[in-house]
């Protein structure tokens, strides 16, 4: 069973930008497709990036447009989401999930596919 606990979220000015973490126990990700998504109050989750067990692949939401970039550490059993140019409309909780796959199926976008998730990190910008 993997756990999952993300950090690095907070407020940002809109251009702004924000890093987030998330780290894995309990068992390694390397063999794990991971991904990131988000979710506001009254709305489904949704996809915003995920990427394939070694990294060979990532696969991002429409609406990142180059903004965005996953990244992993297997070595540190880590995922990392990097966010650029932020907009109001990226305010949301973030989550960090795992994939016991260790490809990404429908490019790793669909929350159903996932195994495991942690409690998210909220990202506000104003």
């Known amino acids: 069973h993997v756990q999952l606990v993300e950090s690095g979220g907070g407020s940002v000015q809109a251009g702004g930008s924000l890093r987030l973490s998330c780290v894995a126990s309990g068992d390694t990700i390397s063999r794990y497709c991971m991904g990131w998504f988000r979710q506001t109050p009254g709305k489904e989750r949704e996809g915003v990036a995920a990427?394939?067990?070694?990294?060979?692949?990532?696969y991002y939401g429409k609406f990142v447009q180059g903004r965005f970039t996953i990244a992993r550490d297997n070595a540190k059993n880590e995922l990392y989401l990097r966010m650029d140019m932020l907009k109001p409309e990226d305010t949301a909780v973030y989550y960090c999930?795992?994939?016991?796959?260790?490809?990404?199926?429908?490019?790793?976008?669909?929350?159903?596919?996932?195994?495991?998730w942690g409690q998210g990190t909220q990202v506000t910008v104003s």
């Open positions: 999930a795992a994939d016991r796959k260790s490809w990404c199926p429908f490019e790793g976008l669909d929350t159903d596919e996932y195994d495991y």
């Open positions: 990427i394939e067990s070694g990294g060979e692949a990532t």
